[in-house]
């Protein structure tokens, strides 16, 4: 989720979790974002542990050097979003990430996203509809 209207995260995930182990030892990583076009390899990839298997070379990922962190960037991904780890809060196994880089591939075709809804169900991005000017004229005093 996204905190504050800022480039800040949260990041849930529990200590049986390769990922809470990696973000506890390492408190940095890289949000990768990936389109609808690998939505069945995502799933794949978040079906397997890290600590068992080299998903980049099971689901054939080319790895790249992020500027800021260790992590590696997707370059299959869209965006990737480097982070660092500002707090863990716990209690309920939730890391706040600061984000301190973002990287775009523009050149990429297919630019839908999609959203895990439960029990296995995706909702894949369509159309962009704007309703920024009924914002605007909404605003106290033209502000």
Same mark, same amino acid.
């Given at each position: 989720m996204v905190l504050d209207f800022t480039p800040r995260f949260a990041f849930m995930t529990g200590s049986w979790n390769h990922s809470f182990k990696a973000l506890t030892k390492n408190k940095e990583c890289v949000i990768a974002v990936p389109t609808v076009d690998l939505a069945r390899t995502t799933v794949r990839i978040g079906s397997c542990s890290g600590l068992c298997v080299n998903k980049?070379?099971?689901? %054939?990922?080319?790895p790249l050097r992020a500027e800021n962190v260790n992590a590696p960037l997707i370059k299959e991904c869209y965006a990737n979003i480097e982070c660092r780890v500002v707090d863990h809060v716990k209690k309920h196994n939730i890391f706040i990430?600061? #984000? =301190? #880089? #973002?990287w775009v591939d523009e050149k990429?075709?297919? %630019?839908?996203?999609f959203h895990? =809804?439960?029990d296995g169900k995706f909702i894949v991005d369509g159309e962009k509809i704007n309703h920024r000017k009924i914002m605007i004229? %909404?605003?106290?005093?033209g502000v």
């Open positions: 980049f070379e099971k689901f %054939k990922l080319t990430l600061d #984000a =301190i #880089a #973002a990429r075709r297919e %630019k839908r996203f895990a =809804i439960g004229d %909404k605003l106290p005093n």
